[in-house]
């Protein structure tokens, strides 16, 4: 049986794909707003996921809380599951997602992402106010579009392993489409000119540098059609022989049970006991725990090469076995 972060992640992919689909179709009157709408809930769907993962499958992690009034007037000092119309638990946004995956279990996000995600958003809440034939918005929103399906690869691969092996992610260039190379020079009005001048502002901090990384603000695709020889193709030998060697390429699907890396499991450690430090007793009792599989699991950084580095991750229900050594936060 699948676990929720597993069918929440399936879930992420197909809102993503569905995105990349409707996009590139030949005739689609309202290509960038749905995008940007499916897009971004492809991402709040990968967070909540992270987060079930970090948090041991629980649908609680993903609610929604409040202080609410009490038939006193006065407010209640603990927090319960907000409610929508039906009665049942409203669940966290996509950057209150971002923030508990970030903040409180320390898993390290590149900053790239996050304004990536609040410009795709920004897009997605004025969709409304936008026209297809805008040749500078569709641009620039291929352009956040694009970086966004990027860093979506890396830090699916980074947290649930090679999952998206079988897919293709990539935006069609608008050259295919649409009869231009660059922008012409257009009449704005005033809410798109608001919307690009925000984006500008986003991608300021980013222009100081013009190499591509694993995870960006925004990315150009430029397109070059040339002509090509027949013996200009990638050469390739098939083979029948029952005798040739067969590869199989598999990697271990752990991360359900050994969702945490030494910087969540410090930092959950930190928020979780008063007494707690990053210090040699703190590190004794932590490699003592780690010959148990019950609380952690050593990976291979590359499967193929066995002699190459490791990494231990771990198991949530470490947190117990350091219940002894230290006090909990009241």
């Given at each position: 049986?699948?676990?929720?972060?597993?069918?929440?992640?399936?879930?992420?992919?197909?809102?993503?794909l569905s995105?990349?689909?409707?996009y590139?179709?030949p005739?689609?009157?309202?290509?960038?707003?749905?995008?940007?709408?499916?897009?971004?809930n492809?991402w709040e769907?990968l967070?909540?996921?992270?987060?079930?993962?970090l948090?041991?499958?629980k649908?609680?992690?993903?609610?929604?809380?409040?202080?609410r009034?009490?038939?006193?007037?006065?407010?209640s000092?603990?927090?319960?599951?907000?409610?929508n119309?039906?009665?049942?638990?409203?669940?966290i946004?996509l950057?209150?997602?971002?923030?508990?995956?970030?903040?409180e279990?320390?898993v390290?996000?590149?900053?790239?992402v996050h304004?990536?995600l609040i410009?795709i958003?920004?897009i997605r809440?004025?969709a409304i106010?936008?026209?297809?034939?805008?040749?500078l918005?569709s641009l620039?929103?291929q352009?956040?579009?694009?970086?966004s399906?990027?860093?979506?690869?890396?830090?699916v691969s980074?947290?649930?392993?090679?999952v998206?092996?079988?897919?293709?992610?990539y935006l069609?260039?608008?050259?295919?489409?649409r009869?231009?190379?660059?922008a012409?020079?257009?009449s704005?009005?005033?809410?798109?000119k608001?919307?690009?001048?925000?984006i500008?502002?986003s991608?300021?901090?980013y222009?100081k540098?013009?190499?591509?990384?694993?995870y960006?603000?925004?990315?150009r695709?430029?397109?070059k059609f040339?002509?090509?020889?027949?013996?200009?193709?990638m050469?390739?030998?098939?083979?029948?022989?029952?005798?040739?060697?067969?590869?199989?390429?598999?990697e271990?699907?752990?991360?359900?049970?050994?969702?945490?890396?030494?910087?969540?499991?410090?930092?959950?450690?930190?928020k979780?006991?008063s007494?707690?430090?990053?210090?040699?007793d703190?590190?004794k009792i932590r490699?003592?725990l780690e010959s148990?599989?019950k609380f952690?699991y050593?990976r291979?950084?590359?499967?193929?090469n066995?002699?190459?580095?490791?990494?231990?991750?771990?198991?949530?229900?470490?947190?117990?076995?350091?219940?002894?050594?230290?006090?909990?936060?009241?």
């Amino acid at each position: 049986m699948k676990s929720r972060s597993r069918l929440m992640l399936e879930k992420s992919i197909a809102a993503m794909l569905s995105a990349i689909e409707i996009y590139n179709k030949p005739d689609f009157k309202y290509r960038e707003e749905t995008f940007s709408v499916l897009c971004i809930n492809s991402w709040e769907l990968l967070l909540k996921a992270k987060v079930l993962n970090l948090a041991s499958n629980k649908p609680a992690s993903l609610y929604a809380m409040e202080l609410r009034t009490l038939k006193s007037g006065k407010r209640s000092t603990v927090r319960r599951p907000k409610t929508n119309r039906s009665g049942n638990p409203m669940s966290i946004n996509l950057f209150e997602a971002y923030r508990i995956v970030h903040e409180e279990y320390g898993v390290k996000i590149n900053k790239a992402v996050h304004d990536n995600l609040i410009a795709i958003t920004e897009i997605r809440d004025n969709a409304i106010h936008f026209v297809n034939d805008d040749m500078l918005l569709s641009l620039k929103i291929q352009e956040l579009g694009s970086a966004s399906l990027q860093n979506y690869l890396h830090l699916v691969s980074s947290w649930f392993g090679d999952v998206l092996s079988g897919y293709n992610f990539y935006l069609m260039p608008l050259s295919f489409f649409r009869n231009f190379s660059e922008a012409p020079g257009v009449s704005l009005n005033s809410s798109e000119k608001k919307v690009l001048n925000y984006i500008k502002k986003s991608e300021e901090p980013y222009d100081k540098s013009e190499k591509v990384g694993d995870y960006n603000l925004t990315l150009r695709i430029d397109v070059k059609f040339q002509k090509v020889k027949s013996t200009s193709g990638m050469p390739v030998q098939i083979t029948n022989d029952p005798s040739a060697t067969t590869v199989f390429l598999s990697e271990e699907d752990f991360t359900d049970k050994y969702p945490w890396d030494y910087d969540i499991l410090s930092t959950r450690l930190s928020k979780r006991y008063s007494d707690f430090k990053m210090n040699n007793d703190y590190h004794k009792i932590r490699k003592k725990l780690e010959s148990d599989k019950k609380f952690a699991y050593q990976r291979l950084l590359n499967p193929s090469n066995p002699k190459g580095g490791k990494k231990t991750f771990y198991n949530p229900n470490i947190q117990k076995e350091f219940d002894k050594h230290y006090t909990k936060v009241s």
